[in-house]
């Protein structure tokens, strides 16, 4: 009877055990405006911010709100595990959006339109131009617009034309000047993307002007519509249905499935109006019927209808004192009795954290297939890079003496057009160009090369990362790579290949986890022997930092473990379904999310299993589709410098932050965690210092909270880990193999000296 009133009391309400994953989603969206509104930002950087919102929301409405409105459509209205219909989500988030675009203009026009002028950067109405300003944006008009427009009237010979997704528009309501012509009729004129959305005008020094490009051209629009009175204006865009939903046929390749699916997205259904708020009535009621839309989807926009072009203030107003001062990555140091960075890996792996470690070693590692004539082959997946991108150039010149093997997945979401060119380039360039298994994205980071080495053997090295080989998010984006040459990693790297390029499956990938294989088993286990250790009185923890947490199965295996007296510390930077510090459910359970300067992508989970810590790193979040819908690895840190790296240096410093990191309460709102109390303390910031050679782990500050955990796991230990605990404590967080000397060869990071010597990442 008692384990039954026991059971009771730890078990919640099914409809309150998980937050709703939108709800999540608009709550991170409001952490990234909340950086907008911070004074203690750069005010470009916050017009950066305020951009990043708008461009998040856009894929909001285009991939989860066109998802739910289609599902509705089609007559489907389950209820999810939080006890939420699709209907019930539905009117719940038409609140909440309307809501937080009034919260964006709010920022803009309040906060940072003022401050802007403040700082001599003016963002200009056409009334409010001098003549010699409006001499300038003329004469750009009528050479660099106006030939690329094409006005259209719309009456029973031009059909409403065709408005691709996004586009900016300018609509108008027109009158004939001729008698007896009818009542008003609408014009509406696309903006090419190729024109700049700001225009940028002559200016006093010290001063920098704009133009929004739809003012200019509303302004000119009685030399578009000759023969008309022009009675009203008003920009506008519409979002559109990004969903790709593809036709599985054997006479067509994925990849002409993909581009012919993409053809489509440009024109799926409206699922959005965003037009100047004090447009005519009339003009905003042609606009919604034509487009299908309900009032709600209709917003109107006390301000430019497209946020997200503000991005371009930031990188066109020269002022560096309005941005974050620039940041050099830390250059990596080869160790001084290493040749090139084979030879560095076969004396031990090596660590990077981005971007505060440069993403040069893993461009060089690619880039060794085309100039080391010791290579045979390579492998690697391909899921995002940048346009110009290196290491797309260097395997295509690697095809040329060296087997190259690539999986381009086709399918990353807004970047298919330029994979499937990426594909297409390798193909010709004579690259085995895969594109993976049906039905799964390759979201994996892996790339192999076999090498014969001056002994005569012949060696894997890998690199597995947890980020995109993109040379220029690395220099935003928080991400780790490992390089190593251990054998037991790179055979199931190569295992890992075979399954993406031939499907063939094995048991088995160990020391890696592999979705869909393997790895959400492996997961959930790690949860439950680290409930297993609790119950057994050994050291039991889990801190793991991701994206997103979302699969009801590891949420409940944490709930469990919280139960059984498990220590859990999540640092999830965007969307969490589990309800923390709930009493009999979930309190030993702390949620955090950081919302910086760079992006938090990295993905790390640590599991303090008895004492015998284990820690790996990769490419997949807690989440159903990086779970069942994806190829994943997860890799282990088997280094023990490495491993203490992260521990000491890397994941104490998230837990330290109080500065941009936000506690997640159990009714899924996320208070600053910042009081007059603690340190001030930025991880971010603290990162940078320890590249820059300016301090290291020791400095960071141990919370009460932490102090506690560790002095409990200390009593839970063996003598021996009793002793390396102390010996930790009292060196308050002991110095990263990065910041010692060269007796530490695993990692090869030492602070920059103005007469260090440079050396070869990579041979030639």
Same mark, same amino acid.
């Given at each position: ?10 078990? %919640?309400?099914?409809? !309150? ?49 066109? !998802? ?114 009818? /009542? ?96 005519? $009535? ?43 001062? $620039? ?10 009795? !290493? ?36 290579? *045979? ?29 690539? *999986? ?51 060696? !894997? ?72 250790? %609790? ?68 993905? *790390? ?5 008895? /004492? ?7 490419? %997949? ?95 839970? @230990? ?13 060196? @308050? ?32």
């Amino acid at each position: 009877m008692k384990s039954t009133k026991a059971a009771a009391k730890r078990t %919640a309400p099914v409809q !309150s055990r998980f937050i709703d994953r939108d709800e999540s989603w608009l709550s991170f969206n409001g952490r990234v405006l909340e950086e907008a509104q911070d004074a203690s930002n750069p005010l470009l950087e916050r017009v950066k911010f305020l951009a990043i919102t708008a461009s998040n929301l856009d894929e909001f409405f285009e991939i989860r709100l066109a !998802s739910i409105m289609q599902r509705l459509e089609e007559g489907h209205n389950a209820t999810d595990a939080g006890g939420h219909t699709l209907n019930s989500t539905l009117e719940l988030l038409k609140g909440r959006v309307h809501e937080f675009v009034t919260a964006q203009y709010d920022c803009w026009n309040a906060q940072l339109l003022p401050q802007l002028s403040h700082h001599g950067i003016h963002v200009l109405l056409w009334d409010e131009l001098d003549n010699d300003q409006r001499e300038f944006a003329t004469a750009f008009y009528q050479a660099e617009v106006d030939p690329l427009l094409t006005p259209v009237t719309i009456d029973p010979a031009h059909p409403f034309p065709r408005v691709l997704n996004k586009a900016l528009c300018v609509a108008l309501l027109l009158k004939r000047k001729r008698k007896g012509s009818p /009542g008003p009729v609408l014009g509406v004129v696309t903006v090419p993307r190729s024109l700049p959305r700001l225009v940028k005008l002559p200016s006093d020094e010290g001063t920098t002007n704009y133009l929004f490009l739809h003012d200019l051209i509303e302004a000119q629009a009685k030399a578009l519509y000759r023969g008309y009175d022009v009675l009203a204006t008003a920009a506008f865009r519409v979002t559109r249905n990004s969903n790709l939903y593809l036709q599985e046929e054997e006479s067509r390749s994925l990849l002409e499935s993909v581009r012919a699916e993409l053809h489509n997205r440009r024109k799926g259904d409206a699922v959005r109006l965003e037009i100047d708020s004090d447009a005519h $009535p009339e003009i905003v009621e042609q606009l919604r019927m034509n487009y299908e839309l309900d009032e709600w989807q209709v917003f109107r926009t006390n301000g430019p209808v497209n946020l997200n072009r503000l991005m371009n203030l930031h990188s066109e107003t020269p002022n560096p004192k309005l941005k974050f001062p $620039p940041f050099i990555p830390r250059e990596f140091r080869l160790h001084r009795q !290493s040749t090139d960075m084979f030879d560095e890996l076969r004396r031990g792996d090596v660590l990077l954290h981005h971007p505060y470690d440069s993403y040069d070693p893993v461009v060089a590692f690619i880039e060794s297939a085309s100039e080391d004539p010791r290579i *045979v082959s390579i492998k690697q997946t391909l899921y995002r890079t940048s346009a110009d991108s290196s290491i797309f150039q260097a395997l295509i010149e690697a095809a040329q003496s060296t087997e190259v093997t690539v *999986v381009v997945e086709l399918m990353a979401r807004f970047d298919e057009a330029s994979n499937i060119r990426w594909a297409r380039n390798l193909e010709d360039a004579g690259v085995q160009v895969f594109h993976g298994i049906v039905g799964l994205k390759t979201h994996c980071k892996l790339a192999l090369i076999v090498r014969r080495d001056p002994d005569g053997i012949t060696r !894997s090295y890998a690199h597995l990362g947890t980020g995109n080989y993109n040379p220029v998010t690395s220099r935003f984006y928080t991400d780790l790579s490992l390089l190593t040459a251990d054998p037991a990693i790179t055979s199931a790297v190569h295992s890992v290949f075979n399954y993406l390029t031939a499907h063939a499956e094995r048991d088995d990938y160990a020391p890696l986890q592999v979705a869909p294989l393997t790895l959400a088993q492996a997961q959930i286990h790690l949860i439950e022997r680290e409930a297993e250790h %609790a119950r057994a009185g050994r050291p039991a923890r889990i801190i793991a930092k991701m994206n997103s947490l979302l699969e009801n199965s590891v949420i409940d295996a944490l709930y469990k473990a919280s139960g059984d007296g498990v220590q859990v510390d999540l640092i999830v930077r965007g969307i969490c379904a589990l309800r923390p510090g709930v009493k009999g459910l979930s309190e030993n359970i702390r949620v955090r999310s950081i919302v910086g300067r760079f992006l938090e992508h990295s993905r *790390v989970y640590c599991f303090a299993n008895g /004492g015998e810590e284990e820690i790996f790193c990769g490419s %997949a979040d807690w989440m159903p589709r990086n779970f069942f819908e994806r190829c994943e690895t997860i890799f282990p840190i088997k280094d023990a410098g490495l491993r203490r790296r992260i521990r000491e240096e890397i994941l104490a410093a998230y837990l330290a932050d109080d500065t941009k990191a936000r506690l997640m309460l159990s009714d899924g709102s996320y208070p600053h965690i910042h009081t007059r109390k603690t340190s001030g303390f930025n991880a971010q910031d603290f990162f940078m210092r320890v590249a820059e050679g300016k301090t290291s782990a020791d400095s960071i500050p141990t919370t009460p909270e932490e102090t506690r955990l560790r002095r409990s796991e200390a009593l839970q @230990s063996t003598p021996e880990i009793v002793a390396a605990a102390s010996e930790r404590d009292s060196l @308050s967080l002991a110095a990263s193999p990065s910041m010692e000397g060269e007796q530490v060869p695993q990692n090869g990071h030492k602070p920059r000296k103005a007469a260090a010597r440079r050396t070869k990442i990579v041979s030639v």
